[in-house]
């Protein structure tokens, strides 16, 4: 079990530019999460997946925002045409499949856009 | 709407003088409570899972306890490892399996 991943750790770009960020999660692990955090608050879900299936997207993904797991395993994020209020804390979890099975965090990404 | 309210959002203590974070929350219909650790820039760290009222865990210098309404983290005879922001999160019946988290309580224990 080495863990959910994350990359890049930090990413700095200007604001209009594209950014796409990855998570690998734990390897038997079918649901992956997608969450923000910004400073002073706690993480903010934005989308899960069950395997390659997208099943919920919070209102805060908007349509810049747009996440896949193509065959199941990892998920990318990408954020188009980036704004200064996208600079975050961008966090992935993974959990197995039965309902209340635990959410284990990645390191996080975290995004500043000049 | 299902609402985490988390208190105090700060907390300084001395090392080995214990006390607890509260974690208030509504729900419609609790799926699971969880306790998460974050140290800075780092993802949350998993502690505990509370599902229903009563039920208590334990893992070192810290307990879990939960009501109805909210949720204690007790921490005995801190340490400076201590230090980190706690994180609570409620999990509803019917929105998923979506974490809605509280602001977190950021604790310092000093020496």
């Known amino acids: 079990d080495t863990g959910v991943s994350q990359n890049p750790r930090h990413k700095i770009t200007k604001r209009g530019q594209n950014v796409t960020f990855r998570c690998d999660p734990i390897s038997e692990h079918n649901r992956l999460y997608w969450y923000r955090q910004t400073l002073g608050q706690g993480p903010e879900f934005l989308t899960y997946?069950?395997?390659?299936?997208?099943?919920?997207k919070s209102r805060l993904l908007s349509d810049r925002f747009s996440a896949e797991r193509p065959k199941g395993s990892f998920s990318t994020l990408e954020i188009q045409r980036t704004e200064q209020g996208d600079s975050a804390m961008y966090l992935c979890?993974?959990?197995?499949?039965?309902?209340?099975?635990?959410?284990?965090f990645g390191p996080g990404t975290r995004l500043l856009v000049l | 709407e299902d609402q985490v309210t988390q208190s105090p959002e700060a907390l300084r203590l001395q090392e080995g003088e214990s006390s607890s974070l509260n974690c208030s929350y509504t729900v419609s219909g609790l799926r699971g409570l969880f306790w998460y650790r974050q140290d800075p820039g780092k993802g949350p760290e998993f502690l505990f899972t509370l599902y229903s009222a009563g039920e208590e865990k334990e893992k070192e210098r810290l307990k879990a306890t939960l009501t109805k309404k909210e949720s204690f983290l007790h921490i005995t005879a801190p340490k400076p490892e201590d230090s980190a922001t706690y994180l609570c999160a409620v999990q509803a019946r019917n929105s998923g399996y979506a974490l809605n988290f509280g602001k977190g309580t950021s604790l310092l224990v000093t020496p």
């Open positions: 979890a993974s959990s197995g499949l039965q309902p209340r099975k635990t959410q284990y």
């Open positions: 997946f069950q395997n390659e299936a997208q099943l919920e």
